[in-house]
C-alpha cells in the first residue's frame, strides 16, 4: 500500500508511544575575541543559551522540553531565544563574528562546513562534550551527518528522505498510472505526455531547479554533487543533460508554465492545482496537505538504475555546540536530551522531522502526515544509501544559483548551453574562495 495522508498503515500505527543567509560576516576568532556562550555563578548554576529557527508552535513545544530539561538538571538553566529562518543566519552570523555565539545552536547541514572553517563549532567527539553526548542511537547513516574530517560538529535531531508527493485522483482522471517501486525516469517523462499539453492540471513543473533532483539523478549515475574535496562532482555534458530535460518539457507545453508559478506564489503549483507532482523532501508533505484539500500520497523517485535510487536520510536540521561556550559539558547534556530523551521526543513529536534516534522514533505517536511520512520512509529503508560528506562551504549558494540560472532558462533570457556556462562559472568561482 503506498503511504497516504488521511491514514495510516499497520507499520506506521506500530510507531504509537511514541540554507540560509550567507556567512560573509563571520570571521577566524582569535585568542583575543570576546567570549561567547553562557555564564557561571558562585553557587554552581549554570546558564546556557540555546538559539533556533521556527515559528510559535515550536516555540511552545521547546518551553515545554525545556522546562522537563531543567527539572532534570536543576543547576542548569535555559534561555532559549528563536527567529523565522533567514532572520536567524543573519543574527547567528552577527554574534559568530564577535566571538558571541549561543552555546547551542541549531544547525542546518548546508551551513555546517562554513560554521566550522571558521572555528565557530565546538568538536562534539572529543572533550567534556563527548562525555555528556550519547551517539550511539541515530537511526540508519545519521550517525555520522556531521562528521567533518575526524570531528563532530553536529547531531541531527530529525531525518528525512527524498520523495515525489502526488495527487493520485488527478494522475486516474489523466489516465497516467500510479507510481511504483523502480520506475524510471522514462516513465516518469511519459506521465507528462500521458496529461498532454492540453490539460489544465500538468503531470507536473520543470523541477531542474531543485538541486536535490539534480544530486539524485546524479547519486543514481555514479557521480556526485560534490567530491570529498570540496568541488562540484559531475562534469558539464552531464548537467547540460539534466538541464535539457526540463527544456523538452516546457518546448512542448507539459510542464507547468513558469508565469503561472510565479502568480501563485507563495503557493506551490502543486496546492493551488496547477500539476498533480512534485519533488520534495518527504517531512514537507505537511505545507502541500495544508495548500489544497486534495488527498495526496508519497511516492518512489524515479531512477535510471532500479537497484540504485540515489536516496538517503538527511537530517531536517542539527544541533551544535560553541566552540567558545564556558560550559561543554552542559551544553552536550542539552544536546543529548534533545536527541535522545523519550519523553523529550513525545513533547517534540515530528515538529523538528521524525526523529534521528531510534529511541524517540519509537516514541512519538504519530498521526496524519506524519504517520503518512514514517510510513513512506520504511517502505523506502531497504533502497536507502549513505548520506554524502558533509557540503563544502558555499553550498547554500550554489543552490541559489541553480535556482536562479534554471529560472532565466525557464523564462527564455539565456540558452541552455549558456546556463551551464553561467553556472560552472559562478559555482567555481564560488567554490574557490
Not at 541531527?156 to 489516465?175: H, K, S, W
Not at 551544553?331 to 513533547?347: P, S
Not at 502526515?369 to 553550498?395: I, N, R, T
Request: with cysteine; charged share 25%; hydrophobic share 40%.
Amino acid at each position: 500500500m503506498r503511504p497516504r495522508i488521511l491514514s495510516s498503515t499497520p507499520a506506521a500505527r506500530r510507531r504509537i508511544r511514541s540554507a540560509g543567509a550567507g556567512l560573509a560576516a563571520i570571521v577566524v576568532l582569535g585568542a583575543t575575541a570576546a567570549c561567547g556562550g553562557g555564564s557561571g555563578s558562585d553557587d554552581g548554576r549554570v546558564t546556557l543559551r540555546y538559539s533556533w529557527w521556527g515559528n510559535a508552535d515550536r516555540a511552545e513545544l521547546m518551553q515545554q522540553a525545556i522546562d522537563l530539561f531543567e527539572q532534570q538538571n536543576p543547576n542548569i538553566d535555559v534561555q532559549p531565544t528563536f527567529s523565522e529562518y533567514e532572520a536567524y543566519w543573519q543574527k547567528l552570523a552577527t554574534e559568530s563574528a564577535g566571538g558571541g555565539a549561543p552555546d547551542v545552536m541549531q544547525m542546518d547541514v548546508s551551513y555546517l562546513r562554513e560554521y566550522s572553517d571558521k572555528n565557530v563549532l565546538l568538536d562534539l567527539a572529543s572533550g567534556e562534550a563527548a562525555a555528556n553526548l550519547n551517539t550511539d542511537d541515530f537511526r540508519g547513516g545519521l550517525a555520522t551527518a556531521g562528521e567533518i574530517d575526524g570531528q563532530l560538529f553536529g547531531v541531527p535531531v530529525g531525518g528525512n528522505t527524498f520523495t515525489l508527493v502526488y495527487n493520485p485522483a488527478a494522475f486516474e482522471e489523466a489516465g497516467a498510472p500510479a507510481p511504483e517501486a523502480g520506475w524510471s525516469w522514462e516513465q516518469f517523462w511519459q506521465t507528462y505526455e500521458t496529461f498532454g499539453p492540453d490539460a489544465e492540471v500538468k503531470a507536473g513543473a520543470d523541477y531542474t531547479g531543485i538541486i536535490w533532483v539534480l544530486e539524485l539523478q546524479l547519486r543514481q549515475q555514479g557521480a556526485s554533487l560534490f567530491t570529498e574535496e570540496g568541488e562540484l562532482g559531475f562534469t558539464r555534458e552531464q548537467f547540460k543533460e539534466y538541464l535539457e530535460q526540463g527544456e523538452r518539457l516546457r518546448q512542448d507545453g507539459l510542464a507547468v508554465d513558469p508565469q503561472k508559478i510565479v502568480e501563485v506564489k507563495p503557493i506551490s503549483p502543486l496546492g493551488s492545482g496547477l500539476d498533480a507532482s512534485e519533488f520534495t523532501w518527504d517531512n514537507f508533505l505537511v505545507r502541500f496537505a495544508g495548500e489544497t484539500d486534495a488527498e495526496l500520497e508519497l511516492a518512489p523517485v524515479p531512477t535510471f538504475d532500479p537497484a540504485n535510487t540515489g536516496q538517503y536520510l538527511k537530517p531536517s536540521l542539527m544541533l551544535s555546540a560553541s566552540a567558545r561556550t564556558e560550559h561543554p559539558a552542559e551544553a552536550a547534556k542539552l544536546i543529548d536530551f534533545l536527541i535522545n530523551d523519550v519523553e523529550a521526543g513525545k513533547i517534540l513529536g515530528a515538529n523538528r522531522g521524525l526523529p534521528a534516534t531510534n529511541a524517540q522514533f519509537e516514541a512519538v505517536e504519530l498521526e496524519g502526515v506524519d504517520a503518512a511520512v514514517a510510513a513512506y520512509e520504511e517502505s523506502v529503508a531497504d533502497a536507502l544509501q549513505p548520506a554524502p560528506p558533509v557540503p563544502p562551504a558555499g553550498a547554500g549558494s550554489i543552490e541559489a544559483l541553480l535556482l536562479r540560472v534554471t529560472e532565466d532558462l525557464s523564462f527564455g533570457e539565456i540558452s541552455v548551453d549558456e546556463a551551464v556556462d553561467q553556472f560552472f562559472s559562478e559555482a567555481e568561482d564560488i567554490l574557490a574562495r
